[in-house]
T-cell receptor
Framework: DGGITQSPKYLFRKEGQNVTLSCEQN?????MYWYRQDPGQGLRLIYY???????QKGDIAEGYSVSREKKESFPLTVTSAQKNPTAFYLC??????????????FGPGTRLTVT | EDQVTQSPEALRLQEGESSSLNCSYT??????LFWYRQDPGKGPEFLFT???AGEEKEKERLKATLTKKESFLHITAPKPEDSATYLC??????????????FGQGTELSVKP
């Protein structure tokens, strides 16, 4: 079955520690995205990548970093510089290109709790 | 400024009571409008893509329609299992915005038996 996997489902970290969230897709999509979801805030874009070895900041990139070394993988690192890291993190992917609508498909999410 | 607004924020229905959710949008060139369903603690599940005014799509009890300024998600004879948050999003034709979706805040639907 094609889809997007995120691991782990729940993650707990101490304040001051960096943590990396995994996202893998086997849909052969070019573009991948990371969102953060907080209660009452909707989905906010952190980073996105339309091609391997290239990525762009979204609306709330401060305190986060990403890499895109393989088409299938787009890991997100939440650094100690992120002031409010506790949130639900969602990864998505889509076909990219001038004829694409950029219809995005989402993974199951990772809930990160930092104490 | 590109913007998506959903209403109402929350909707409570009795089983079988049909209703509609609204998604109003302002974008500089619509590439696509998307509807998603999200259950608590899970990722959004893709429902529909609409591309141009007048287009309609259906799936079971759900029907999505699109005009030049808004989209409606009609729910016919809903069941308790339709309870979820419904998200609307748009992508634009602006070149350097390729891939970025603009999301609404969602409508939380509750269907009571």
């Amino acid at each position: 079955d094609g889809g997007i996997t995120q691991s782990p489902k729940y993650l707990f970290r101490k304040e001051g520690q960096n943590v990396t969230l995994s996202c893998e897709q086997n849909l052969n999509h070019d573009a991948m995205y990371w969102y953060r979801q907080d209660p009452g805030q909707g989905l906010r874009l952190i980073y996105y990548s339309q091609i391997v070895n290239d990525f762009q900041k979204g609306d709330i990139a401060e305190g986060y970093s990403v890499s895109r070394e393989k088409k299938e993988s787009f890991p997100l690192t939440v650094t100690s510089a992120q002031k409010n890291p506790t949130a639900f993190y969602l990864c998505a992917s889509s076909i990219a290109g001038p004829r694409s609508s950029y219809e995005q498909y989402f993974g199951p999410g990772t809930r990160l709790t930092v104490t | 400024e590109d913007q998506v607004t959903q209403s109402p924020e929350a909707l409570r229905l009795q089983e079988g009571e049909s209703s509609s959710l609204n998604c109003s949008y302002t974008v500089s060139g619509l590439r696509g409008l998307f509807w998603y369903r999200q259950d608590p603690g899970k990722g959004p599940e893709f429902l529909f893509t609409l591309y141009s005014a007048g287009e309609e799509k259906e799936k079971e009890r759900l029907k999505a329609t699109l005009t030049k300024k808004e989209s409606f998600l009609h729910i016919t004879a809903p069941k308790p299992e339709d309870s979820a948050t419904y998200l609307c999003a748009v992508s634009t034709l602006v070149y350097n915005q390729g891939g970025k979706l603009i999301f609404g805040q969602g409508t939380e639907l509750s269907v009571k038996p």
